[in-house]
């Protein structure tokens, strides 16, 4: 039978899981953890097909949690479900190779029609999301130059074009062509997106 293994500090996410899970009939196993340390220890002691992943934390950043999860199971499914705002996040969540993103604003039902779609070996994101994000799982944050990690660390704390340009010694041109090169790069749509890669890519 298919054992998941939701990590969320929130406890009524558990019994609201348990609760489909039994209602949709099928012999499911969840074990719940509320930090990333008992995450990563029972993952390193079980196998599960599935890990249902909240990005808020209190501890540790989700999308950092789902970095480190998979550099240590490369295969393991990750659903990552969150309140955090579907149209950025489940773009960071497809970029940071999550297998599906839900929105705890959906339905239980959708919940676990994700559960099964992943247990078996499928993607499970938001419409329109795939096509967003073709390109940015090829060309992802990795493939930046020295100089735009610079430049998407300054634009990440709030420097404008002209202060980035003054204290690199180089063009306000030149910022905003590294500017849209990152933009391009990343999938980012503006700088509250980017801002977000950012925080994903420090680990």
């Known amino acids: 039978m298919p054992r998941l293994l939701l990590v969320d500090d929130h406890p009524l996410v558990e019994v609201a899981i348990e609760a489909a899970l ?9 074990d719940s953890v ?3 340390q008992l995450a990563m220890s029972r993952l390193a002691t079980n196998a599960y097909q599935l890990v249902v992943l909240d990005i808020g934390l209190p501890e540790v950043d989700g999308l950092q949690l789902l970095k480190r999860i998979l550099r240590h199971y490369p295969a393991q499914a990750v659903l990552i479900y969150t309140a955090q705002e579907e149209e950025v996040y489940a ?3 497809m970029a940071g190779g999550a297998s599906g993103f839900i929105n705890k ?14 247990t078996q070996g499928e993607q499970f994101f938001p419409d329109g999301v795939e096509h967003d994000t073709e390109t940015a799982g090829v060309e ?5 130059t020295l100089k735009e990690l610079q430049i998407i660390g300054l634009l990440a704390q709030g420097y404008s074009n002209l202060q980035i340009a003054s204290m690199l010694n180089i063009s306000n041109k030149t910022v905003s062509t590294h500017k849209k090169n990152i933009l391009r790069k990343t999938g980012a749509n503006n700088l509250f997106e980017l801002a977000a890669v950012y925080k ?4």
Do not use: I, K
Not at 140 to 144: D, E
Not at 200 to 203: L, W
């Open 22 to 30: 039994q209602r949709s009939g099928g012999d499911w196993v969840l």
């Open 140 to 144: 992802s944050s990795s493939t930046l």
């Open 105 to 118: 604003g959906q339905p239980m039902a959708v919940l676990v029609e994700a559960f099964e779609a992943l």
């Open 34 to 36: 509320d930090d990333d």
């Open 200 to 203: 994903e890519m420090q680990n």
């Open 91 to 93: 773009r960071l969540a």
